[in-house]
Nanobody, 116 residues
Framework: QVQLVESGGGLVQPGGSLRLSCAASGIIFRMYDMGWYRQPPGKQRESVAVITSGGRTDYADSVKGRFTISRDNAKNTVYLQMNNLKPEDTAVYLC??????????WGQGTQVTVSS
């Protein structure tokens, strides 16, 4: 059974930092492209950052220079370091793993709220 479990969300003031983690099980993690997505209240889900199985990264323009995605294949975990958080970063953050062939898997999400 494949599981992606996010953690690390919470309430933070503008300008603050959070580090999200996504622990994967049931997949050969090192072979999967991993990504972080978010769904703000009342809006569509959007891509935040992705890291390929080879380590290449890509970011949404809105988070470039503030967020960093990384992975630890030994721990089957992908991270999202978020700095200089803004109120518009408030969303449910979800982890996704994908591989062709192999499928696509999503976590349940973790809430991030940026507010003073």
């Amino acid at each position: 059974q494949v599981q992606l479990v996010e953690s690390g969300g919470g309430l933070v003031q503008p300008g603050g930092s959070l580090r999200l983690s996504c622990a994967a099980s049931g997949i050969i993690f090192r072979m999967y492209d991993m990504g972080w997505y978010r769904q703000p209240p009342g809006k569509q889900r959007e891509s935040v950052a992705v890291i390929t199985s080879g380590g290449r990264t890509d970011y949404a323009d809105s988070v470039k220079g503030r967020f960093t995605i990384s992975r630890d294949n030994a721990k089957n975990t992908v991270y999202l370091q978020m700095n200089n958080l803004k109120p518009e970063d408030t969303a449910v953050y979800l982890c996704r793993g994908a591989r062709v062939p192999g499928g696509e898997y999503w976590g349940q999400g973790t809430q991030v709220t940026v507010s003073s």
